[in-house]
């Protein structure tokens, strides 16, 4: 059974090789500047080891993991221009690095790519692919919208912000796990166990980003400390403290002119006199502990089942 470290490194000697038209350079040359910032390649390498994991060669679905990280990394593209993000994976983003006319051209070219990638497969699974990946796609825009609708909501629940974050983020990891099963010829309840897997893993590590967007390293993390808070971002951590007593202690925050240091410092004090940082590291430790679990009814090839768990404690350990 391959290592995380293998698929990745194989995934980005995948994107190296990626052709792209020289002209117009305006246009995919952002492609490249995305596709090139590195990144954990997580997506990537669970449609690869899934794949691997069910007894099929990796080259088989090579092109849906090239597809699963082209969509990823165009929806960060627009992400960062609805976030107006500065920086990502330690770079400048591409709206800022050119503009945001650019970023959001380039990230719908990324889009396209992504599912012109997605269908080059076996004539008999396309149908499959692609409408797995139609759904995904849709759902992440779902996920997306109910993150800016919470932008003017005070009484949203965590009920509500864990289904979001499902849609966001985890439906992808869900997809990237699912389509390597696909490809691998698999039956439709280890199709299942797996995508259930992604789902898991994708609801600890977007509760993991709240963590470390808070009280994480920005030398390591590779982007600014706090954004979620200057931005009033309705996270797991503040949705908590607004559905606490020190509801209007928060409040005071939000909308405030405060200077972003001090309002990150007192938002954060806040947090840490809830126990909100155990707390989310307590609900990030039973999404591992089932996603885990998700995949103990199924026959993998010996390996697998360490391959899936170390992926899923190193996302509860990681700095960035």
């Known amino acids: 059974m391959f290592t995380a470290e293998y698929l990745a490194d194989y995934i980005n000697k995948a994107i190296d090789q990626i052709k792209y038209p020289e002209q117009p350079a305006g246009l995919f040359d952002p492609i490249k500047y995305a596709m090139g910032s590195g990144g954990k390649r997580l997506r990537p390498v669970l449609t690869l080891g899934a794949c691997a994991a069910l007894g099929a060669d990796i080259s088989a679905v090579r092109n849906q993991a090239l597809g699963v990280e082209m969509y990823h990394n165009f929806t960060l593209l627009h992400d960062d221009v609805m976030d107006r993000a ?40 396309t149908w499959r692919v692609m409408e797995l990946f139609n759904t995904t796609a849709m759902e992440v825009y779902e996920g997306q919208q109910y993150d800016m609708d919470f932008e003017n909501r005070m009484d949203v629940t965590v009920d509500e912000y864990m289904e979001m974050i499902r849609l966001k983020t985890s439906v992808l990891l869900g997809c990237a796990c699912k389509l390597g099963a696909i490809v691998a ?33 920005p030398d390591v993390f590779g982007k600014n400390i706090g954004g979620d808070i200057v931005n009033d971002k309705k ?86």
């Open 86 to 125: 500065d920086m990502r994976r330690g770079r400048p983003t591409v709206h800022r690095k050119w503009n945001e006319s650019t970023a959001i051209l380039s990230g719908d070219a990324m889009l396209t790519m992504a599912g012109q990638l997605m269908s080059r497969c076996d004539a008999t699974i």
């Open 185 to 217: 010829g698999a039956n439709e309840y280890e199709c299942r166990a797996l995508y259930d897997y992604g789902i898991k893993l994708g609801l600890a590590f977007q509760l993991e980003d709240d963590l470390l967007d808070t009280f994480g390293d």
């Open 235 to 320: 996270t797991w951590l503040l949705i908590s403290a607004l559905n606490s007593d020190k509801h209007d202690e928060i409040c005071r925050f939000i909308g405030s002119d405060t200077d972003a240091p001090t309002k990150i410092a007192k938002v954060k004090a806040i947090y840490e006199e809830l126990g909100l940082r155990q707390q989310c590291t307590g609900l990030i430790e039973t999404y591992i502990d089932n996603a885990i679990e998700s995949l103990r009814s199924i026959e993998m090839v010996p390996g697998a089942i360490d391959f899936f768990v170390k992926i899923a404690q190193d996302s509860l350990h990681r700095t960035h």
